[in-house]
């Protein structure tokens, strides 16, 4: 989807999708998506990471659709760009086996002021979490097979607060 | 055509992916998730929760079962996504 209505003379925004099995750097990302212009005033970071409970998690394994995932985000992202006056926006999500307190997934929206980068980042993590062809199961500590995460119905609900705004 | 199977999906029908040569009366793609269902009894529990089961159609999301399946190269099969 093109956005419509931007002002020509500004500089097109910055988007980096990527989906890859290493960790990231969050200052350098946002060091990356900043730099070379200076029309950003506000910069948005979400980061994901794998959360244990209790100690029963050994680690993660993230499977993920390859022809697929970044098709996907890029979707969302240009969404995003369409709706609100972002000068960046950068999707990192990772794949493989993450275990607890490693990082799962970044994203940072960049715009001229706060309220686009916070939307733009909170709306490209709810369609993120709900669109993007990653699925997660468990390792768990004791060696038992593990479960394949559910699909929470509070993601589909996050949804709905973007059907109504700009 | 392909079709790539994920998460438990693919670990109950035991595969990855496949390629298969569709009877010429499946035309949409309610008439592949039919024919998915008389494929044995691992395709007929995991297709029988229809709604359950997501599907891509050459990288795309498509819920409307009614889509057709003319010039689909790639179809995908697996449930909600996990991901963020």
Redesign the interface.
């Known amino acids: 989807m093109k956005p419509s209505g931007h002002d020509l003379s500004k500089l097109s925004p910055k988007c980096d999708i990527r989906i890859q099995r290493e960790d990231f750097d969050i200052a350098a990302e946002i060091t990356r998506l900043t730099r070379g212009r200076t029309d950003t005033g506000a910069v948005v970071t979400f980061s994901?990471l794998c959360r244990d409970e209790a100690g029963a998690l050994s680690a993660l394994e993230?499977?993920?659709?390859p022809?697929?995932a970044e098709?996907?985000i890029r979707r969302i992202a240009d969404e995003a760009i369409a709706r609100w006056p972002l000068t960046g926006l950068t999707a990192i999500?990772r794949f493989g086996r993450i275990r607890p307190g490693e990082n799962?997934?970044l994203v940072i929206a960049a715009s001229a002021h706060r309220q686009a980068a916070f939307d733009g980042a909170s709306f490209l993590?709810d369609f993120?979490?709900?669109?993007?062809?990653?699925?997660?199961?468990e390792h768990r500590a004791d060696g038992s097979e593990g479960q394949?995460?559910?699909?929470k119905e509070e993601d589909d609900d996050a949804l709905k607060r973007w059907e109504e705004r700009p | 055509m392909k079709l790539v199977y994920f998460s438990w999906i693919r670990e109950r029908l035991d595969r990855t992916e496949e390629e298969v040569e569709l009877p010429e009366t499946v035309a949409t793609l309610g008439d592949l998730i039919a024919w998915q269902k008389t494929r044995g009894e691992a395709f007929e529990a995991v297709f029988e929760h229809d709604r359950v089961v997501r599907v891509a159609l050459d990288h795309a999301h498509v819920d409307d079962r009614s889509e057709p399946l003319e010039g689909v190269r790639e179809a995908a099969f697996f449930p909600p996504m996990t991901g963020g």
């Open positions: 994901g993230l499977e993920h659709y022809g697929m098709a996907e999500h799962i997934v993590m993120l979490k709900t669109h993007a062809p990653f699925w997660k199961k394949w995460v559910a699909a």
